[in-house]
């Protein structure tokens, strides 16, 4: 496994409310970014970041997305988020799905980690999303741009479990190269 790591500090733009969390940029502009965000990031963290076997679930009901992201080391746990996605917040002209031009195309991901105490890259890799997780990934997108009902409900539904009890309720799918 391959990793990139900074050897200067490297602010990264964001406006954030300083609290801890992710956000994901998916097929806006080409881009397939998530940036995770926790206040006061120590070395152990950020190396546990750069070293974890990443794992995805993708959680979709009528029209709602969500994704689950898992970091293991070994048997054990590092940390665990979730992240909402609504293709329909993205202007028209610069929503770019990714074309999955054979059965073995995979979405690429970069994932940044930043510290909001001061907005300071701590980690950066660069994941491939598994082909059967892509091609799910990109249906429900399809899916949720044909309509205009709101998600709401499902999402208030989900946001009454754990981040571990999201994450058992479907296949973890572990990220590559």
């Given at each position: 496994?391959?990793?990139?790591?900074?050897?200067?500090?490297?602010?990264?733009?964001?406006?954030?409310?300083?609290?801890?969390?992710?956000?994901?940029?998916?097929?806006?502009?080409?881009?397939?970014?998530?940036?995770?965000?926790?206040?006061?990031?120590?070395?152990?963290?950020a190396d546990s970041f750069r070293e974890a076997d990443i794992y995805c679930t993708l959680l979709?009901?009528?029209?709602?997305?969500?994704?689950v992201w898992i970091f293991k080391q070994g048997d054990e746990t590092a940390f665990e988020l979730?992240?909402?996605?609504?293709?329909?917040?993205?202007?028209?002209?610069?929503?770019?799905?990714?074309?999955?031009?054979?059965?073995?195309?995979?979405?690429?991901?970069?994932?940044?980690?930043?510290?909001?105490?001061?907005?300071?890259?701590?980690?950066?890799?660069?994941?491939?999303?598994?082909?059967?997780?892509?091609?799910?990934?990109?249906?429900?997108?399809?899916?949720?741009?044909?309509?205009?009902?709101?998600?709401?409900?499902?999402?208030?539904?989900?946001?009454?479990?754990?981040?571990?009890?999201?994450?058992?309720?479907?296949?973890?799918?572990?990220?590559?190269l």
């Amino acid at each position: 496994m391959y990793s990139i790591v900074l050897g200067q500090p490297c602010e990264f733009a964001i406006h954030s409310s300083g609290a801890d969390g992710a956000f994901l940029d998916l097929f806006y502009d080409k881009s397939q970014m998530l940036v995770i965000q926790f206040n006061d990031i120590t070395m152990d963290e950020a190396d546990s970041f750069r070293e974890a076997d990443i794992y995805c679930t993708l959680l979709t009901k009528d029209n709602a997305i969500r994704l689950v992201w898992i970091f293991k080391q070994g048997d054990e746990t590092a940390f665990e988020l979730d992240t909402e996605f609504d293709a329909r917040l993205i202007p028209t002209e610069e929503l770019t799905l990714t074309e999955l031009s054979t059965e073995e195309t995979r979405i690429t991901l970069t994932i940044v980690l930043v510290d909001t105490k001061d907005t300071v890259v701590k980690g950066l890799r660069y994941l491939t999303i598994p082909p059967e997780l892509s091609r799910a990934l990109i249906d429900a997108t399809e899916k949720q741009l044909m309509t205009k009902d709101s998600d709401q409900p499902v999402q208030h539904i989900w946001a009454q479990y754990s981040v571990s009890e999201l994450a058992s309720m479907d296949k973890a799918w572990r990220l590559g190269l």
